[in-house]
């Protein structure tokens, strides 16, 4: 069965609480709720995916390089409290204020942790199509998988040819939930060109109803295949990108 995850992101308890409602009052398809773990607000992923709890499967982010390898990991006992049963692990990028503690461990760490601390946890690692070459993110997932990912959250594609070719490159049976986001002006759709060298087709265009139709597409693509469905609103209601789809 296809699940439907909305990413909501915790710039202050209130807010996040405000965004859950407004999903669960109008968004009757979404089934799930992700909160990436920003270094720029106090609210932790795991204490806003409590939030979305009951209503809501929720799934934390987890920053590989955020958690001391030699001490016990802090989530673990929220999750349990809230019922929380699958994460999502990143490596995580440098903290802005350099005087942050980071740790040497990268996403495969945390994931190989994670499967032997708390085996009871289905943990999915990120797909990001746009990093690397084909070949070396291919490896690099399956290095994931071996560690003991149980699956992918993409990062947004905006290309529909490039969900189909990185659908042949995974394995069998892999668990995939294929990431959307919006991008309502020229200077968002510059910098994913330039910064993160998405791939976007001619006929795109920053605008609310080129999104929401990519967004129907993608739906149907992981309805399709018996796959999962991410997306990621920013800078726009969420009800005004995705209401009337899900």
């Not at 799930?32 to 932790?44: A, E, F, G, I, K």
């Not at 690692?125 to 490896?139: C, H, I, K």
């Not at 070719?165 to 294929?178: E, H, I, K, Q, Y």
Request: net charge neutral; charged share 25%.
């Amino acid at each position: 069965m296809t699940r439907v995850s909305v990413e909501l992101v915790p710039r202050s308890r209130s807010g996040l609480r405000a965004e859950i409602a407004e999903v669960a009052g109008a968004l009757s398809g979404v089934d799930t709720v992700n909160v990436p773990d920003l270094t720029r607000y106090s609210l932790r992923s795991w204490v806003g995916c409590g939030f979305a709890r009951p209503g809501f499967a929720a799934i934390p982010h987890l920053r590989a390089v955020d958690f001391n390898p030699r001490e016990p990991l802090p989530f673990l006992p929220m999750l349990e409290e809230h019922g929380i049963r699958e994460v999502l692990v990143v490596t995580g990028d440098a903290p802005i204020d350099m005087s942050a503690k980071v740790y040497d461990q990268d996403a495969v760490d945390l994931i190989r942790r994670l499967n032997r601390d708390a085996p009871h946890l289905r943990v999915y690692a990120g797909l990001d199509p746009y990093r690397q070459s084909f070949v070396r993110e291919r490896d690099y997932l399956e290095r994931k998988l071996d560690a003991g990912a149980a699956g992918f959250f993409t990062q947004p594609f905006f290309d529909l040819r490039l969900l189909d070719t990185w659908a042949d490159l995974l394995p069998d049976g892999t668990d995939v939930w294929w990431g959307a986001t919006s991008i309502l002006t020229e200077a968002s759709f510059n910098y994913w060109r330039a910064r993160n060298h998405a791939v976007f087709p001619r006929t795109f265009t920053p605008t609310l109803d080129c999104n929401r139709t990519f967004a129907r597409d993608l739906l149907t693509f992981a309805r399709d295949r018996q796959q999962h469905a991410y997306f990621m609103p920013v800078k726009v209601n969420v009800l005004e990108y995705l209401g009337g789809i899900l």
